[in-house]
C-alpha cells in the first residue's frame, strides 16, 4: 500500500470552530490532492498541489485552504467549519498529474462531523 | 452532461456470475483510465489501468473504445468478495475525473 497516511482518522467538533487535516505521504511524489466524497456526489477534488508552495483549487475550494510546506505534508483547513462540511475527507497522492499516465492512490480517509 | 457517467446501479449478481460496467467519458483528449474499487466506508483503490488494447487481471477484463469514448470493466466468476462499489477515472487535460460508481452486490 502507498505510504499515506491521514490524521485524524475521525474528528466530531462545532461549527465555526477551525478544523485542519493533515496528510502525510513517504512516497515522495511531487502530487497530493484532497477530495470530499459526499452520498450522490462522489469524490470532488477541493484543492490539490503540484509541488512545495505550489497549490490550486479544486471544484469546491470555497471555505477552505491548503498549505504544503513540505514534499511530505499537506495540510487542509476549514478556517471557520460549517454543517455542510461534515464529510469524508480523502488525501491521494500521485507521480503526475492529471496529464500523465500515472493513478493516484488513497490515504484511508478522515470522517468529519460538524454539529 | 457530465464529463465521466457510469450506471449508478446497483447490481445484484450470483456467485459465479459475469458481470459488465460500461464508462463513458466526454473528453476526446482523455489519455489514461482506471478503475478503482470501493469498499464500504474504506478509500478506493486501484483495481487496474485500462489499456488501449484491452487487458485482463485475473478474473478481471477491461478495455477501451477511444471511437466511441467508453471504458468497460469486466469480471468473470463473481466472489462475493467482489461487492463493491467501481469506480471509472479518466485522466486528460491536466484533470483527473472520477466517476460516481456502480455498485456489485454479490449473492451466494
Known amino acids: 500500500d502507498a505510504g499515506i497516511t491521514q490524521s485524524p482518522r475521525h474528528k466530531v467538533t462545532e461549527t465555526g470552530t477551525p478544523v485542519t487535516l493533515r496528510c502525510h505521504q513517504t512516497?515522495?511524489?511531487?502530487?497530493m490532492y484532497w477530495y470530499r466524497q459526499d452520498p450522490g456526489h462522489g469524490l470532488r477534488l477541493i484543492h490539490y498541489?503540484?509541488?512545495?508552495?505550489?497549490?490550486d483549487k479544486g471544484e469546491v475550494s470555497d471555505g477552505y485552504s491548503v498549505s504544503r510546506s513540505k514534499t511530505e505534508d499537506f495540510l487542509l483547513t476549514l478556517e471557520s467549519a460549517t454543517s455542510s462540511q461534515t464529510s469524508v475527507y480523502f488525501c491521494?497522492?500521485?507521480?503526475?498529474?492529471?496529464?500523465?499516465?500515472?493513478?493516484?492512490?488513497f490515504g484511508d480517509g478522515t470522517r468529519l462531523s460538524i454539529l | 452532461r457530465k464529463e465521466v457517467e457510469q450506471d449508478p446501479g446497483p447490481f445484484n449478481v450470483p456467485e459465479g456470475a459475469t458481470v459488465a460496467f460500461n464508462c463513458t467519458y466526454s473528453?476526446?483528449?482523455?489519455?489514461?483510465f482506471f478503475w478503482y474499487r470501493q469498499d464500504c466506508r474504506k478509500e478506493p483503490k486501484l483495481l487496474m489501468s485500462?489499456?488501449?488494447s484491452g487487458n485482463e487481471d485475473g478474473r478481471f477484463t477491461a478495455q477501451l473504445n477511444r471511437a466511441s469514448q467508453y471504458i468497460s470493466l469486466l469480471i468473470r466468476d463473481s466472489k462475493l468478495s467482489d461487492s463493491a462499489t467501481y469506480l471509472c477515472?479518466?485522466?486528460?487535460?491536466?484533470?483527473?475525473?472520477f466517476g460516481a460508481g456502480t455498485r456489485l452486490f454479490v449473492k451466494a
Open positions: 512516497e515522495n511524489h511531487r502530487y
Open positions: 498541489s503540484y509541488g512545495v508552495k505550489d497549490t
Open positions: 477515472v479518466v485522466n486528460g487535460g491536466f484533470k483527473t475525473i
Open positions: 485500462v489499456y488501449s
Open positions: 473528453n476526446s483528449a482523455s489519455q489514461s
Open positions: 491521494a497522492i500521485s507521480e503526475s498529474t492529471g496529464g500523465g499516465n500515472q493513478p493516484q492512490h
